[in-house]
C-alpha cells in the first residue's frame, strides 16, 4: 500500500512565504514525477509546478519567480517553498506522485489536501 500526505499549510499574509512538504510511503519501487497542484473555490484543479525523478521543472505562469519546487528522492518527499505570496494564491495545494509499487503496478497517487490562505 502507497500513501502520499501533505504537510505545510496555514494562514499567511500577502507578501509572506510558505513551505508545503509532500511525502510518499510504503511499497515503494520507483517514483517518477511529482507534482503541485491547487484548486481555489468555485475553480478548477490546476497545476502548480511538477519535477521528474531527474530534476526537470515545470511551473505555471502564475507562480515563475515566486514558488519553489523541489525533491529528497532518499526521502521520498516533494516540497514546495513558496515566497511573495498573493491573495489569489488561496487555495487547497494537492501533492501527487507516479509511482511504481511493489504490488508491481503504476498509478498516480494523491494526497489529501492541505490549505492555504493568503489574508490580511
Known amino acids: 500500500q502507497v500513501h502520499v500526505v501533505e504537510s505545510g499549510g496555514g494562514l499567511v499574509q500577502p507578501g509572506g512565504s510558505l513551505r508545503l512538504s509532500c511525502a510518499a510511503s510504503g511499497s515503494i519501487y520507483v517514483i517518477y514525477d511529482m507534482g503541485w497542484f491547487r484548486q481555489a473555490p468555485g475553480k478548477q484543479r490546476e497545476l502548480v509546478a511538477t519535477i521528474t525523478s531527474t530534476g526537470t521543472i515545470n511551473y505555471v505562469d502564475s507562480v515563475k519567480g515566486r514558488f519553489t519546487i523541489s525533491r529528497d528522492n532518499a526521502k521520498n518527499t516533494v516540497y514546495l517553498q513558496m515566497n511573495s505570496l498573493k491573495p489569489e494564491d488561496t487555495a487547497v495545494y494537492y501533492c501527487?506522485?507516479?509511482?511504481?509499487?511493489?504490488?508491481?503496478?503504476?498509478?498516480?497517487?494523491w494526497g489529501q489536501g492541505t490549505q492555504v490562505t493568503v489574508s490580511s
Open positions: 501527487n506522485a507516479d509511482i511504481f509499487s511493489r504490488s508491481l503496478s503504476r498509478r498516480l497517487y
